[in-house]
């Protein structure tokens, strides 16, 4: 089932033209991995998907994305409840500088959630869905920043879970991880994409072919490929696909 479908999008940062007539779907419970040399477009695209361009100046965009059918850039879409519904976990683990607990709880309050009872449980199964529970039950009241940079990362999810999301946009989330704690995140994906769908940027190849069940190649503002990734990583249809995925180019 197709949860976001892309069409016709192309993006100006001013007179630069990043983005070139993308078309793309995104299926609903799977992980779509997007690829390609540093500065493709790949942050770009997977920034548009909840319009977090919005916020950069002098950025122009063309072309639908939809979500269930309906154009996000609609101008009857209140952009607060889009990014509540489509989150986005970054590349360096931002977590707020207060305590464990209450980052996982600033969405749902700030979205209304006032009983502490409350609160408490959906803390409680947030961290357990991103996998971090165990590690920080009898610490909540800690500091954020004492943790460890994976366990950052894996609060970062948890804070985004929180606020009940279906799509979450992950923009290279491991590159600033050791291997251990990147292995986590990447059992982590592969479990949430049972309740979310999920998009994923990533420059680790392996990492793509691992995870994803569809991926993106881009090239230069283009998506030069679409597939499932088995096909993307074993048999491109592509020559440009073929030589970045072997290592010909790079
Ligand atoms: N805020 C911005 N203003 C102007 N140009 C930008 C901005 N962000 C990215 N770009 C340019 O757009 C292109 C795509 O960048 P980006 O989406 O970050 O690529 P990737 O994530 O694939 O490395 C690059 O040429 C980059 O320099
Ligand atoms: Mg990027």
Redesign the pocket.
Known sequence: MVKMELSGVNLW??D?H?LKDIDMKIYKNKVTAFI?P????????IRCLNRMNDL?DHVRIEGSISMDGKNIYDKDVDVVTLRKNVGMVFQKPNPFPINIHDNVAYGPRLHGVKDKKRLDEIVEENLRGAALWGEVHDILDRNAMSLSGGQQQRLCIARTLAVNPEVILFDEPCSALDPLSTGKIEDLITQLKKDYTIVI?THNMQQAARISDYTGY?YL?RLIEFNKTKKIFTNPDNKETENYITGKFG
């Open positions: 940062y001013g630069f990043a390609g540093s500065g493709c477009g790949k942050s770009t695209l950069i940027v881009f503002g």
